[in-house]
């Protein structure tokens, strides 16, 4: 999860993460990061639905409003 915050939030590229824990001869988790990648871009995703729909919603009741 940590790999995870420093791509997701500092933009920290993985191979140099990857690079840095072998020197201190740690390994990097790349499935459990490829998880939650996907874990963020559904959430991602789901959040831009929402505000598709909240958008169609206000477009129709301001048409409805205004009689267009």
């Known amino acids: 999860m940590d790999v995870f915050v420093l791509w997701d939030t500092y933009g920290f590229p993985l191979d140099l ?27 991602s995703r789901n959040a831009q639905n929402k505000v598709l729909e909240l958008y169609e919603f206000s477009f129709i009741l301001f048409c409805n409003i205004h009689h267009y």
């Open 17 to 43: 993460t990857q690079l840095m824990a072998e020197e201190r001869g740690l390994t990097v988790d790349v499935e459990g990061l490829n998880t939650a990648m996907d874990e963020a871009w559904k959430r």
